[in-house]
Antibody
Framework: EVQLVESGGGLVQPGGSLRLSCAAS????????MSWVRQAPGKGLEWVAN????????YYVDSVKGRFTISRDNAQNSLYLQMNSLRAGDTAVYYC??????????????WGQGTLVTVSS | EIVMTQSPATLSVSPGERATLSCRAS??????LAWYQQKPGQAPRLLIY???TRATGIPARFSGSGSGTEFTLTISSLQSEDFAVYYC?????????FGQGTKVEIK
């Protein structure tokens, strides 16, 4: 059974840092692109970052470039999001998700339960 | 950035009726589009990818169509468990972007 379990969320002051983790199991983690997606309270979904299977390609939404870093450890089946210089606007539930890709198209086919990050003084 | 616009914002439908949700892209995304369902307090669930292919385990009452800039998600006969928020997402260009969502509520 595919499982993605996020951890590391919490309350942090503006300007602070947090590192989110996502533990993957039930599939060959090293074979998939992975994503972070966030959802502010009562709002819609926002894609945040992607990382290729070997970590060699990374993409970010403009609003987090230079502040957030996505990484992975395939030996530990883990995905990470290092978040620095946090702002109130970063307050959200952060989901990790697996990128399914086929000749028919792409989709985020498995999601974790999410971890809440609250940026407030 | 490709802007995804969903309409309507809220759709009121009676159980057993058909629901038609729209998603428009600000520029062509070819068929690189997915649909998700999200219920309160839950993570999103992939319904459709490649604009028209149902994900594993998704009932046949869900169907997707369209290409380029205009897409539709149709739920042929709404069941009680289908009342939720639905999002489209494009995968054609970075950054990947979501629509703002359509809430399907009980009429």
């Amino acid at each position: 059974e595919v499982q993605l379990v996020e951890s590391g969320g919490g309350l942090v002051q503006p300007g602070g840092s947090l590192r989110l983790s996502c533990a993957a199991s039930g599939f060959t983690f090293s074979s998939y692109w992975m994503s972070w997606v966030r959802q502010a309270p009562g709002k819609g979904l926002e894609w945040v970052a992607n990382i290729k299977q070997d970590g060699g390609e990374k993409y970010y939404v403009d609003s987090v470039k230079g502040r957030f870093t996505i990484s992975r450890d395939n030996a530990q089946n883990s995905l990470y999001l290092q978040m620095n210089s946090l702002r109130a606007g970063d307050t959200a539930v952060y989901y990790c998700a697996r990128v399914y890709s086929s000749t028919s198209g792409k989709g985020l086919d498995y999601w974790g339960q999410g971890t809440l990050v609250t940026v407030s003084s | 950035e490709i802007v995804m616009t969903q309409s309507p914002a809220t759709l009121s439908v009676s159980p057993g009726e058909r629901a038609t949700l729209s998603c428009r892209a600000s520029q062509s995304v070819s068929s690189n589009l997915a649909w998700y369902q999200q219920k309160p307090g839950q993570a999103p669930r992939l319904l459709i990818y490649g604009a028209s292919t149902r994900a594993t385990g998704i009932p046949a009452r869900f169907s997707g169509s369209g290409s380029g800039t205009e897409f539709t998600l149709t739920i042929s006969s709404l069941q009680s468990e289908d009342f939720a928020v639905y999002y489209c997402q494009q995968f054609n260009n970075w950054p990947w972007t979501f629509g703002q969502g359509t809430k399907v509520e009980i009429k």
